[in-house]
């Protein structure tokens, strides 16, 4: 949990505009409870949707965000609060626009989002090969839309067929996320 912890800490979250229309300030117990964090240290989930993400734009907190899924994945962080991490990333990296006050200011915030998740390619090959649960699917699609070495992602969707969901193994999603790719 101290990756987790530490990437919280670094976090202005009481200056961020949350999605709710307040502060983000609460976000960060949010993603605390997520990874596990608290009195009962059990992963519970919790929905961020429409305080970081919908599924029209990103807010604010979303790099934020995105970096704190990043620290869980390489944290010690439960499996179902691993699963509910990658969930996250996905909205991240597949969000279509950004909040008017943050386009206003010049941000593109699922851009921002990705090109931190591209710093974390490895975690994310890590939840593929460990084939620990359905996270290695959702990892792989995430991997579908950052990932700028395809020769690779088609060497691990080979490796990792018998494990990976239909649509990953088959290459059905691919045309579906390409339109997020770089």
């Given at each position: 949990?101290?990756?987790?912890?530490?990437?919280?800490?670094?976090?202005?979250?009481?200056?961020?505009?949350?999605?709710?229309?307040?502060?983000?300030?609460?976000?960060?117990?949010?993603?605390?409870?997520?990874?596990?964090?608290?009195?009962?240290?059990?992963?519970?989930?919790?929905?961020?949707?429409?305080?970081?993400?919908?599924?029209?734009v990103l807010w604010?907190?979303?790099?934020?965000?995105?970096?704190?899924?990043?620290?869980?994945?390489?944290?010690?962080?439960?499996?179902?609060?691993?699963?509910?991490?990658?969930?996250?990333?996905?909205?991240?990296?597949?969000?279509?626009?950004?909040?008017?006050?943050?386009?206003?200011?010049?941000?593109?915030?699922?851009?921002?989002?990705?090109?931190?998740?591209?710093?974390?390619?490895?975690?994310?090959?890590?939840?593929?090969?460990?084939?620990?649960?359905?996270?290695?699917?959702?990892?792989?699609?995430?991997?579908?839309?950052?990932?700028?070495?395809?020769?690779?992602?088609?060497?691990?969707?080979?490796?990792?067929?018998?494990?990976?969901?239909?649509?990953?193994?088959?290459?059905?999603?691919?045309?579906?996320?390409?339109?997020?790719?770089?």
């Amino acid at each position: 949990m101290q990756l987790v912890e530490m990437e919280l800490a670094r976090q202005d979250w009481k200056g961020m505009l949350c999605g709710c229309g307040g502060s983000a300030e609460h976000l960060a117990r949010d993603l605390l409870r997520l990874a596990g964090g608290g009195a009962l240290r059990e992963p519970s989930h919790v929905s961020l949707e429409e305080h970081v993400w919908s599924p029209a734009v990103l807010w604010e907190p979303a790099p934020a965000v995105t970096s704190v899924a990043l620290a869980a994945l390489a944290d010690d962080v439960a499996l179902a609060g691993r699963e509910w991490f990658l969930d996250l990333l996905q909205c991240m990296v597949a969000g279509g626009g950004t909040d008017g006050e943050s386009a206003r200011r010049g941000l593109d915030l699922p851009e921002l989002c990705r090109d931190i998740v591209v710093r974390g390619l490895w975690l994310l090959y890590g939840e593929v090969m460990s084939n620990r649960s359905s996270g290695a699917g959702i990892a792989f699609e995430i991997l579908m839309v950052v990932e700028p070495d395809r020769a690779r992602l088609q060497r691990v969707r080979e490796i990792a067929a018998a494990w990976l969901p239909a649509c990953c193994r088959t290459g059905l999603c691919d045309d579906d996320l390409r339109a997020l790719d770089r």
